[in-house]
């Protein structure tokens, strides 16, 4: 069992910056992959970017890529979106979550086991 905060989420101008942080407790954390995806209203969960248990490995969405970067510090439970060059395009609740015990860093939605409650990034013009 893993439960996720997300935290950092706020107004920010376009071409800003913000840090997401997503606490994680529960056992054996440090070998669950983890992802961040986001919905804005209307619109489906979207893949973010996902990092696998070792943090040796991570994906992005082409959408993001070159401006986001997630990781993680397995000795603080924490996960990390550093969020570059922000876009309106951006605004969306940004869920943490986490996958299986030593799973690979996935795009899927189905594959991620805990979830965050989400926390609010908007992106003004």
């Known amino acids: 069992q893993v439960q996720l905060v997300e935290s950092g989420g706020g107004l920010v101008q376009a071409g800003g910056s913000l840090r997401l942080s997503c606490a994680a407790s529960g056992r054996t954390f440090s070998k669950y992959a983890m992802g961040w995806f986001r919905q804005a209203p209307g619109k489906e969960r979207e893949f973010v970017a996902a990092i696998t248990w070792s943090g040796g490995s991570t994906i992005y969405a082409d959408s993001v890529k070159g401006r986001f970067t997630i990781s993680r510090d397995n000795a603080k439970n924490t996960v990390y979106l550093q969020m570059n060059s922000l876009k309106p395009e951006d605004t969306a609740v940004y869920y943490c979550?986490?996958?299986?015990?030593?799973?690979?860093?996935?795009?899927?939605?189905?594959?991620?086991?805990?979830w965050g409650p989400g926390t609010q990034v908007t992106v003004s013009s």
């Open positions: 979550a986490a996958s299986l015990p030593y799973g690979i860093a996935t795009k899927s939605v189905q594959q991620y086991m805990y």
